[in-house]
């Protein structure tokens, strides 16, 4: 799922028309150390492994393909460490899971009430999203090569 994931944020991106700046965040160590140390020898050496088949082949040459048409950089979070963000994608898989939810397009994320919500129950009150944000959006300005695991 990590893979399909990222993959249609990247297709998602690219119908934008334009090259962007993008960070893809993860708590799938599968997908961040995947895309960032395995594929690209993988790709190098004819999509082929030293110790055997490539599980997800076709998953991982389209994730490759439609990181292609961006300036993508890739970072792993500890899942249920307590990242605001990480945790309301654990809350949307778990209820799209139970109530077998799927959309067929991008949706509205919805973060907001729902870090509104876990504020009224004291979680999450000091986390500021827009502060996280701003923070990243200028390290990436800088140049600055996100960290494979990212402390935030």
């Not at 297709?11 to 708590?27: C, E, I, P």
């Not at 991982?60 to 990181?67: A, C, F, H, I």
């Amino acid at each position: 799922m990590a893979l399909c994931g990222a993959i249609a944020a990247l297709q998602l991106l690219g119908g934008k028309g334009k090259r962007l700046r993008a960070l893809v965040v993860s708590d799938s160590e599968y997908l961040v150390k995947g895309v960032r140390e395995w594929a690209p020898g993988w790709k190098a050496r004819g999509w082929t492994r030293k110790g055997g088949t490539i599980e997800n082949l076709e998953l991982w040459q389209l994730l490759v393909e439609s990181t292609k048409g961006h300036d993508a950089q890739w970072a792993w979070v500890r899942g249920h460490r307590g990242h605001p963000k990480n945790e309301y994608a654990n809350d949307l898989a778990v209820k799209a899971a139970k109530e077998q939810i799927t959309s067929k397009a991008a949706v509205e994320s919805g973060f907001l009430a729902w870090l509104e919500a876990k504020r009224a129950k004291k979680h999450f009150v000091e986390y500021d999203p827009d502060q996280a944000f701003a923070a990243l959006e200028s390290r990436l300005k800088s140049g600055e090569t996100i960290p494979t695991a990212l402390e935030e």
